[in-house]
């Protein structure tokens, strides 16, 4: 059966995750991401889609973030109407995160209006809270291991990717043919999440290269996150993370825990200031499959924060003084109650403002890592005073080296590798390194090249 696929997203960026296979008359999408990140990338949002949404049989998702997944609702409505498939962990989450992703949109749309500052009037929303909540009955979860049909003569197997909850590798058999996505990849050393299978043979490889061109810092996380409270702490500070609400959150939060525990920082108040990232947490608890902790881990870990579920418990936080850490999303300063506080703190020297993830060029958190002396929100310019750190440490992507001794694991020997979900550098630094130790025929596809398979 001859099949191709057409890269869609996560060309030559980090986001934006669509992969159209199709083959015997079939299509299926592999992910189904919003583009995040510079307004250029989110524009492409609003293209038209190069391929009609009804004539898809399927969808299916390696996990739940945003960018590999947020398009879902929009898609159902332009006219998909088949079954969405992913693991039972991914499901879980985006019963909370596309809903979520609604709302954020049409928030943005509100404060576009209120403040003027959109190019279209009124601004609109890509889509609503309601249609993401319409596109979860699409959803169908699967257990690791378990090949299950998706479309005629197309089958599909999921394998854990230790990056989130429910984070899963893809094989996509087309008749004779298999293609292999590996999604997003956890580190081997993730204190929190257990670690990525080997892959099983494969014809073809879609591989994630986000830390393609680097390496982890070899730092002690708890050792860096005890001097940095105990420093905010001297000046009477507050410690505000703009943190993913699903993974980093909780991974912030077991380590958190474990310093009080151990005495190493004070017992000062801990702030969850996100409902996504509540529920988050509780569903972290309830998938043991995906992550190593311990039942007492985990109960310590739900107890450790304060939660602010409400707008006004949000805005009380606002009101109160250091020293606090204040655990808010999103991740990347985007959107949500993380604006609010970044607000708030940002103009005063004796805070500090704490990324633990990978940062996409054109968000927010980006141009504060990058040194920006002031950051725009909600229309208006504020201050950058704050110090700003980065913990390179938390992150939930493996590192090139990582991800070589990952793929090693497999004895893979593909016919050819496509290089994914990585800045234009990183990518064709990952995809030298692949031939250099594989010998593989690896290549970084432009956005909306097609290649024929098999």
């Not at 704490?354 to 504060?368: C, D, E």
């Amino acid at each position: 059966m001859t099949a191709t696929i057409t890269f869609l997203g996560a060309a030559e960026t980090v986001t934006g995750s669509r992969y159209l296979v199709e083959a015997g008359g079939a299509r299926v999408l592999v992910d189904c991401g919003l583009f995040q990140g510079w307004k250029k990338l989110r524009e492409r949002n609003w293209a038209v889609l190069p391929f009609s949404a009804s004539s898809l049989d399927a969808v299916v998702l390696t996990h739940a973030h945003i960018d590999h997944t947020g398009y879902l609702p929009k898609l159902c409505q332009l006219g998909f109407a088949g079954t969405a498939h992913c693991t039972a962990g991914t499901r879980d989450l985006l019963q909370i995160l596309l809903p979520d992703s609604g709302h954020l949109q049409e928030e943005e749309a509100r404060h576009a209006n209120q403040w003027g500052y959109a190019r279209h009037r009124p601004a609109l929303p890509l889509y609503t809270g309601e249609d993401a909540v319409r596109s979860l009955r699409q959803l169908a979860p699967h257990p690791y291991g378990e090949e299950f049909p998706v479309a005629p003569g197309i089958s599909a197997r999921f394998t854990r990717a230790g990056h989130i909850v429910g984070s899963a590798c893809l094989a996509l058999r087309a008749g004779n043919t298999t293609i292999t996505f590996t999604g997003d990849v956890g580190r081997p050393v993730d204190p929190i999440m257990k670690p990525a299978d080997p892959l099983g043979p494969t014809d073809y490889l879609v591989t994630e290269s986000t830390y393609g061109d680097r390496r982890h810092p070899p730092e002690a996380v708890h050792d860096v996150l005890e001097r940095i409270v105990k420093d905010a702490v001297a000046k009477d500070g507050v410690i505000l993370v703009p943190a993913f609400a699903v993974g980093r959150a909780q991974h912030l939060l077991h380590i958190i825990a474990e310093l009080k525990g151990a005495r190493r920082i004070p017992d000062l108040p801990v702030f969850l200031d996100s409902p996504m990232a509540i529920e988050a947490t509780r569903i972290f608890h309830e998938n043991e499959q995906d992550h190593r902790l311990s039942e007492e881990q985990c109960r310590i870990l739900c107890e450790t924060p304060h939660y602010a579920r409400t707008p006004d418990e949000s805005k009380a936080i606002d009101r109160r003084s250091g020293p606090m850490i204040v655990i808010s999303a999103s991740g990347m300063a985007t959107g949500g109650r993380i604006l609010h506080h970044l607000r708030r703190f940002l103009p005063e020297e004796k805070n500090a403002v704490l990324f633990v993830g990978y940062q996409s060029a054109g968000t927010r958190g980006r141009s504060l890592v990058d040194g920006a002396d002031e950051l725009k929100l909600h229309g208006q310019y504020v201050p950058v005073r704050a110090r700003v750190v980065q913990v390179q440490g938390l992150s939930a992507h493996a590192d090139y080296r990582e991800m070589l001794d990952w793929l090693a694991q497999g004895r893979l020997s593909p016919r050819r590798v496509f290089v994914t979900h990585g800045e234009p550098q990183a990518a064709d630094a990952f995809r030298r390194r692949l031939v250099d130790t594989f010998g593989w025929d690896a290549v970084v596809p432009e956005m909306g090249a097609s290649f024929a398979l098999g």
